[in-house]
């Protein structure tokens, strides 16, 4: 089974700042990685896919790259609405079995 | 707009059955995409639960396979999930989602989620 693991459960940040969450898959995945965001109350919100395809309508400033095991999301410029847990997911098909990281929340400094 | 909604109790008694479901709009189940479901337990991660394909084809959670079933009925443009056995780490909020893993789609459309306490 793969393992994705994201090795910050947290990070501190100030808004304008710039940070990079990472994401470390247990074998080569290619690049079939995505990254959510989840505020409490709300839907997971999909951000980027495919490792660094950023989804229609979520701003510029975040950005994903990485492939095989080690990925990153990176937030620059940090808003006051950025603060939330971010998780990488990871899905294989054969069979077809989804797995997340941990989580990383990034709280205000 | 594809739009999801979790309906159900929200609390289950241990060694009872967890069911929801899942109701779709603005897209019909039965014209593809996989429609699954994904839990968080109080203060952790994101976890999948399972997935099932329009033509009735399952996935599950290697760790759940015994004790979950997902469903669909196209004709109400619902799908379920159905948890025996519930203990109290089954205490968790459910979301349900669509996907086309084959597609490299994961999860794009999620309902608000659902806070289910498993308690007697």
């Known amino acids: 089974d793969i393992q994705m693991t994201q090795s910050a459960s947290s990070l501190s940040a100030s808004v304008g700042d710039t940070v990079t969450i990472t994401c470390r898959a247990s074998q080569n995945i290619g690049s079939e990685l995505g990254w959510y965001q989840v505020k409490p109350g709300k839907a997971p919100k999909r951000l980027i896919y495919a490792a660094s395809a950023l989804v229609a309508g979520v701003p510029s400033r975040f950005s994903g790259s990485g492939s095989g095991t080690d990925f990153t999301l990176t937030i620059s410029s940090l808003q006051p609405e950025d603060f939330a847990t971010y998780y990488c997911l990871h899905h294989s098909l054969y069979p077809l079995v989804y797995t997340f990281g941990q989580g990383t929340k990034l709280e205000t400094k | 707009q594809v739009q999801l909604q979790e309906s159900g109790p929200r609390l289950v008694r241990p060694s009872e059955t967890l069911s929801l479901i899942c109701s779709v709009s603005?897209?019909?189940?039965?014209?593809?995409?996989?429609w699954g479901w994904v839990r968080q337990p109080p203060g952790k991660g994101l976890e999948w639960i399972g997935d099932?394909?329009?033509?009735?084809?399952?996935y599950y959670h290697p760790s759940l396979n015994s004790r979950v079933s997902i469903s669909a009925d196209t004709a109400k443009n619902q799908f379920s999930l159905t948890l025996k056995s519930a203990t109290a780490s089954d205490t968790a909020i459910y979301y349900c989602?669509?996907?086309?893993?084959?597609?490299?789609?994961?999860?794009?459309?999620w309902g608000q989620g659902i806070l289910v306490t498993v308690s007697s």
């Open positions: 989602a669509r996907s086309q893993p084959y597609a490299g789609i994961q999860f794009d459309f």
């Open positions: 603005g897209y019909a189940i039965s014209s593809g995409y996989y």
């Open positions: 099932i394909y329009y033509s009735g084809s399952t």
